[in-house]
């Protein structure tokens, strides 16, 4: 049997493993559009590739999916992050647990991911051709499908089977010639990025973090708790990224221009926060606002809120009086912010959006519109917040798709 891998990232090496152990004498060849393959594992996490995650509980780990979370559920049953872990470790390649969980190589180098990945080729014969985009895929009369590509130097191929998984498009066009084979495709969004307030003085205190924040977007549902780090031209850190992965759409559609209320305590009861102001009060009557800071706020973050707040330099928590009570428990609970653009997230990239899973048989990831045609990775409209669900998703569903169930 022959069989073709069309792009030669995470998910497209791990089907192409997947297909070679469980297909014994088949040929594998995995085609890659660039210069050299598995790019992106090369820089995720910083460039030592947080790879899975140890989360326990299924729920927890489908509920770090936005999209494709219910496919999700059905496929980490089958191949999820125990058994990620020990085809690594089983391949040579030791893993360490953070204490958030996130799963890294010992060596906390990405290379130690691409070497296995290349060993693993090399020993079950594997063949790599790189400058081969794939550009089309025609159904032949016999279930086989024929391959063509962008470069002039390659002839089209036939192929038994072929599994796609060229990653996330930035652009609606980059999945068009899937889309004339019929499939369905959600429009491309960029996800996982941090919020540009390129205006706000906030900005001044770049590399100040609020370790426990609910951040939401006004009129929506949508909200995270988290850490949030200021940065010089906005917000990121884990709140930011997941409140994008769970607002992108939204985002998108308010091209990237709206505001965003900040917790900056994640306490939702704002008359609790008033009676520990209250508490201060009682307590330090005679103390300058700047120099008793309520819930441990940083410091130069709380002196901001102060002059947000438009108190005098010297009033003291005795002086405030109820309305400045009530200032203060407003500032501290929704805080708003104008957000005017994104950036993206330490060079790296994730999209929602991609073909459709209602294109694709959730249990073997078949397409439903080409035999013999099968989808993984980012390609698919699956995507998730950080901490090693994307990279899991590339395993779990190159894995399922290497299976060639019908």
Not at 125 to 143: E, F, H
Not at 313 to 341: C, E, M, P
Request: hydrophobic residues 35%.
């Amino acid at each position: 049997m022959k069989i073709a891998i069309a792009g030669g990232g995470a998910a497209g090496f791990f089907a192409a493993i997947t297909a070679a152990e469980m297909h014994v004498g088949s040929s594998v060849t995995i085609f890659e559009k660039g210069h050299v393959t598995l790019a992106k594992v090369r820089i995720t996490g910083g460039g030592r590739c947080n790879l899975t995650n140890s989360c326990e509980s299924l729920e927890e780990f489908v509920a770090a999916y936005p999209r494709g979370g219910r496919v999700m559920r059905r496929l980490l049953q089958e191949f999820g992050n125990k058994e990620t872990i020990e085809w690594f470790e089983s391949r040579g390649v030791p893993l360490v647990t953070q204490e958030d969980g996130c799963l890294f190589p010992e060596s906390q180098n990405s290379e130690s991911i691409i070497d296995c990945f290349h060993r693993e080729c090399y020993r079950l014969n594997i063949k790599i051709v790189t400058q081969a985009q794939v550009d089309g895929i025609t159904p032949q009369a016999s279930g086989s499908l024929l391959l063509t590509f962008d470069n002039p130097n390659l002839t089209p191929q036939t192929f038994d089977k072929v599994i796609v998984t060229t990653g996330g498009s930035p652009k609606r066009r980059g999945l068009e010639w899937l889309e004339k084979l019929g499939h369905k495709i959600e429009e491309p969004v960029p996800s996982l990025f941090s919020l540009n307030l390129p205006t706000d003085q906030i900005t001044s205190l770049m590399g100040i973090v609020a370790e426990n924040t609910t951040v939401s977007l006004p009129g929506t549902k949508i909200k995270s708790q988290g850490a949030l780090l200021i940065t010089h031209w906005g917000f990121s850190g884990p709140a930011i990224l997941k409140l994008s992965s769970f607002g992108a759409r939204v985002m998108k559609e308010k091209d990237y221009s709206f505001p965003v209320l900040v917790n900056w305590i994640d306490i939702s009861n704002e008359d609790s926060v008033k009676e520990h102001i209250k508490d201060i009060i009682k307590t330090s009557p005679g103390k300058l606002l700047n120099s008793v800071r309520p819930f441990d706020l940083p410091s130069r973050l709380w002196n901001h809120l102060v002059l947000k707040c438009e108190f005098q330099s010297n009033v003291r928590w005795g002086d405030i009086g109820s309305k400045g009570v009530t200032k203060i428990a407003t500032i501290l609970t929704t805080d708003i912010y104008r957000v005017n653009g994104k950036s993206s997230y330490k060079d790296e990239f994730v999209t929602c959006g991609g073909i459709s899973l209602d294109s694709v048989n959730i249990k073997t990831l078949q397409s439903k519109v080409v035999k013999n045609l099968y989808f993984a990775g980012e390609l698919l409209d699956i995507d998730a917040i950080t901490g090693g669900y994307n990279l899991q998703c590339a395993w779990t569903t190159g894995f399922v798709s290497g299976l060639l169930r019908d």
